[in-house]
């Protein structure tokens, strides 16, 4: 759910955070509502210290004295808007300047506070010090009474800087939590959106491999059939055969109908799948091992001599790694016919050792060598996808003239 900022009530400082690309001076409303409401203040506070304290020389001090005192105030309260810019500057004045203005003394509080929200202890304890052995000698000599109960004034003076200290660094460790907790949940997002990109883009291969598993298959199937109905018709243009019977040509698109119906069901099965939710609680039907049969069947009517030899305990298997040897029979058979027509197919599959094995071999393509198998196309760049995220591995290699594919797939009993 969305959640409303309402950007003019935060200090500067989280709203930028809020907006990382707004200007470092620029002030909030509720930062200029702060800053006039904090200068009125120290600004009455010189008035009345003007008025019944420097005016009337209740301390005694020199004329010199009573104009530094006006004038070291008014700078200090003056200092108040640049305190969120320069406050160690502002801190620095309000310690020097302020410790011996009379007239300086609300101002001198609010910057020590600021410094302390804007810089934590490390930059306001010392300057607060600094403070605090400046003004010390001059309370005690201007002050009546300071100098018979030093003990009360001082401790009065240490607690008062503690408290400004202390409420400065606690404000600003508060700030220091909400922006600490706004960093972690825009990381957290960032992430959440990493992950949702990354989802996506396996979603996308995942697509990519159910769609050329099934397509490929079909469509090469269809390529055969149709190959061989063109091939007899233009040996019997050439005299070289004779014309195929209305009963072959009836054959031949009855085939090519169904595998082409067949190519249809098989990607309607693979968008159900695609397109179920969590929450059905169905799963589209997949190809299993029980269904190698059946694959290797067609591949035989469709003309690939194909030699199988498929253990029993293979249906026993989970249903994801019985996909998987479906894909990598269907990806062997599809790649042998069109790479290797004419070629016989080896099919083995099997459990041997507490690891599935899975091979396909059939005669290499004259002037296809080893280098070039590798990385051939998306069908084999899949399956290695589909083994990998079994824990297992797929290997293609050419010896003595033959092109073997080999999986090998940790189960588990």
Known sequence: MAVTVDRWMLPGELARADEPGESSGKRTPRDWAVDITLFVIAVFAWCLEFEY???????GLPLWAQIADSAAGAAVCLAIWWRRRFPVSAGVLAATAG??????????????????????????????????????PYIHTFFPGADTQALPWLLSLVLGAALVVTAGCGVRARRQVVLALRMRADAERMGHLRALEASRRAERQRIAREMHDVLAHRISLLAVHAGALE????????????????AEVRDVVAVVRSNANQALEELREVL???????????????????????LIDEARLS??????????????????????????????????????????????????????????????????????????GAGLTGLTERVALHGGELTREITEGEFRMCARIPCTP
């Open 99 to 136: 410790a011996l203005a009379n007239t300086a003394a609300a101002a001198m509080v609010i910057l020590l506070f600021s410094l302390a929200l804007h810089r934590g202890w490390k930059a306001a304890v010392p300057i607060t010090s600094v403070a605090l052995l400046i003004s010390v």
């Open 231 to 246: 091939y007899r018709t233009a040996q019997a243009e050439r005299g070289a055969a004779p014309e195929p019977s209305a």
């Open 53 to 59: 304290f420097v005016s009337p020389n209740v301390l």
């Open 272 to 294: 159900d799948l695609l397109r179920q939710r969590p929450e059905d609680g169905r799963e589209a039907p997949q190809p299993t091992a029980a269904r190698l049969p059946a």
């Open 303 to 376: 003309g690939q001599q194909v030699r199988a030899e498929l253990a029993e305990g293979l249906e026993d298997l989970r249903p994801q790694l019985q996909r998987t040897i479906y894909r990598i029979v269907q990806e062997g058979l599809t790649n042998a016919r069109k790479h290797a027509p004419g070629a016989a197919v080896d099919v083995l599959a099997g459990v041997e050792g507490g690891e599935v094995l899975v091979q396909v071999a059939n005669a290499a393509p004259i002037g296809v060598t080893t280098s070039e198998i590798p990385g051939a």
